[in-house]
């Protein structure tokens, strides 16, 4: 009777973890956690703005943004690196990367932004 409820509960085990990442949200909570913080990073920075196509935004617009395109593409989106590489650096319908502007005119990728704020964040 026991094997039997050990090999039920594992099976459970499985079945969830499938179907979990079978419908995108197999990012772990550590990960959903740093993604969360590099955006509430941008939404904070005072004085700066999101550049995309050319345009520039605020930053409480660019963290609405971005947490709408990672919605959008939460399926594909299974850490923090795929979150950084595939919805937070370019313009999926131009490909021009996103790029933030300084107070003080100095540029950066978000890219190069986010990778850095990932560092300090470890």
Same mark, same amino acid.
Do not use: P, V, Y
């Given at each position: 009777m026991r094997?039997? /409820?050990i090999i039920a509960a594992s099976l459970i085990l499985v079945l969830t973890t499938a179907s979990v990442r079978a419908d995108?949200?197999?990012? /772990?909570p550590a990960d959903r956690t740093r993604i969360e913080q590099l955006i509430t990073a941008v939404e904070h920075l005072s004085g700066a703005h999101f550049i995309r196509n050319g345009k520039a935004y605020g930053a409480s617009?660019?963290?609405r943004f971005l947490r709408g395109k990672w919605k959008d593409r939460e399926a594909s989106v299974h850490n923090v690196d795929d979150f950084i590489n595939n919805v937070a650096t370019r313009s999926s319908m131009t490909g021009l990367p996103y790029r933030i502007r300084f107070d003080d005119g100095r540029e950066m990728t978000t890219a190069a932004f986010f990778r850095a704020e990932l560092a300090r964040l470890k």
């Open positions: 094997k039997t /409820s995108g949200h197999g990012i /772990s617009t660019a963290a």
